[in-house]
């Protein structure tokens, strides 16, 4: 999956923001949303990118999720879960979701993820009961 567009734009998380990204800031942003992206492809099972490269047939749903992700990492880089002002402390989820990376899905983000991609962690399992009246031929496929 290398190489692969992210699944959002930096105008787009531009716009979350409230300013134009440009420069460094546009550049940081750029590798936040392709890490995003990475994450909900490996989740996804799916890269949305057509033969010619481009972005295909991407669910809403997973576009506003990279960039919450992303929204996430910018603008709280150190991913701090809290912080003291008076001497100074901070705080770190090294054991919690985000492990103290700054760019990670939730719980939920990977449920809809897995939603949107069309693929469950559940498995559905269909049984046929010997009392159907369906013989055994017929559910062989003789």
Known sequence: MADLPPLATVEQLGVRLGYTLEGAEADRALGLLVEA????RD???????GEDGQLSGVP???EKICLAVAYRA?????ALNQRGIGDSSKGYDRAGVGG???VYL????????LKAAARSSFTAVTLV???SGDSTESLIGS
């Not at 989740?43 to 990118?49: N, R, Y």
């Open 37 to 40: 992206s990475e994450l909900i």
């Open 43 to 49: 989740v996804a099972g799916e890269d949305w990118v």
């Open 60 to 62: 809403r749903r997973v």
């Open 74 to 78: 910018f603008t709280n880089p150190e």
């Open 100 to 102: 103290g990376d700054a």
């Open 106 to 113: 939730t719980k939920s983000e990977r449920e809809a993820v």
């Open 129 to 131: 009961s010997p009392y």
